[in-house]
């Protein structure tokens, strides 16, 4: 047993998430349904399952969505032409992209009208990745390792460097070295005492698959789990101090649970 429980960063949903849950239940309650939802408004199998059981349907595609009815794009932002797709179908459109994730469509959409190249770290495939490639597609570069920042072409223009932003600084900070090294030039805008600390979450989320690595790359044991249910994973024996920690798609209910 643990003789005491450290919750690290005990938040709840981040601004982005928790914006874009209320006008999805907004949606909910103003429209007969179903009401349509590009993408899974967040990653997290509860919040989805809950807006499924009132009616909401997620679609990846928006010409899935009958004609003339409301849609809401999800908050890791969405490519401009499937924004332009989404109002054309005539129906009522939310677009509850996350304000941070807007600052840096913003941001790709002037550095590129400047003549800049952009090195972008993100996940190839995820949904804010996709969104904000497809902003300049032409002048946007994917890398998500050194070596990725190594295989770039010559780049003769100035550079920029962006990053998606559910990625913490430490996550990518071996990529922002690769660039400045090779780039120097380039602009960019802006676990030690705890023996477990189990992330709670929701497998989608890759920022509750990624919120272990500290604590098991310096040796601590780690389990990840759901919050307090049958199917979560059971904690090893410990001693000493057990922490707890949650990414911003997880909802105070099912930390409160698992503390």
Not at 35 to 48: A, D, L, P, S
Not at 144 to 151: F, Q
């Amino acid at each position: 047993m643990c003789s005491s429980c450290s919750w690290r960063h005990p938040v709840e949903f981040c601004a982005g998430v928790e914006m874009a849950i209320k006008a999805l239940a907004w949606m909910v309650r103003a429209f007969e349904p179903p009401v349509y939802c590009y993408h899974e408004i967040v990653h997290n199998q509860k919040v989805v399952e809950r807006f499924e059981a009132l009616g909401v349907v997620f679609v990846d595609d928006v010409a899935e969505v009958p004609p003339g009815r409301p849609i809401m794009l999800s908050a890791h932002g969405s490519a401009p032409e499937v924004v332009a797709a989404a109002r054309a179908n005539g129906g009522y459109v939310v677009d509850a992209v996350c304000p941070l994730v807007t600052k840096v469509h913003h941001e790709v959409k002037t550095r590129a009208s400047k003549g800049f190249e952009i090195v972008y770290v993100g996940h190839a495939g995820h949904e804010e990745a996709a969104g904000t490639m497809a902003v300049a597609p032409d002048a946007i570069h994917l890398v998500e390792s050194p070596d990725d920042v190594a295989a770039l072409p010559v780049i003769e223009q100035p550079v920029a460097l962006l990053a998606q932003t559910t990625l913490s600084h430490r996550d990518w900070a071996g990529v922002a070295t690769a660039v400045a090294d090779r780039f120097p030039s380039c602009g960019s805008p802006a676990a030690a005492t705890c023996a477990s600390p189990p992330p709670t979450g929701s497998p989608p989320c890759w920022r509750w698959r990624r919120a272990a690595t500290p604590s098991s790359s310096s040796g601590r044991p780690t389990r990840r789990t759901p919050g307090r249910s049958s199917d979560s994973p059971a904690m090893p024996a410990a001693t000493g101090c057990c922490g707890s920690t949650a990414p911003r798609s997880c909802p105070t209910t099912c930390r409160a649970s698992s503390a």
